[in-house]
Nanobody
């Protein structure tokens, strides 16, 4: 299983970015796929998750209303569209999938089996 993120970069506060997570082998229709982030000196935290089969979507409180998670099942890709970015959103963003453990979204990183290499998002003026 390969999980490959892309789309990070350096942006100014208020800008937008769209991260992509391409997943091989695992069908994103059937297993939960989540975005996590880790800022320097902080623990990895769940940002958002989608479970197409369960119709489940999760957003961390600080990103609600600004971030949107979506799936293109024809490409087996999950996206994280990030609007109105803030300096505190600066982190390495990771995509992860729960296959084969579960279809439901959970917030704990230990419950995810396959991880991408991460993509850096820096929000700075």
């Amino acid at each position: 299983v390969q999980v490959v993120e892309s789309g990070g970069g350096l942006v100014q506060p208020g800008d937008s970015l769209r991260l992509s997570c391409a997943v091989s082998v695992v069908n994103v229709n059937y297993y939960a796929v989540a975005w996590f982030r880790q800022a320097p000196g902080k623990e990895r935290e769940a940002v958002s998750c989608t479970s197409v089969s369960d119709g489940d979507v999760y957003y961390e409180n600080s990103v609600k209303g600004r971030f949107t998670i979506s799936s293109d099942t024809s490409k087996n890709t999950v996206y994280l569209t990030m609007n109105t970015l803030k300096p505190e959103d600066t982190a390495v963003y990771y995509c992860a999938t729960r296959s084969p453990r579960g279809r439901s979204c959970v917030e704990t990183s230990i419950d995810y089996d396959y991880w991408g290499q991460g993509t850096q998002v820096t929000v700075s003026s």
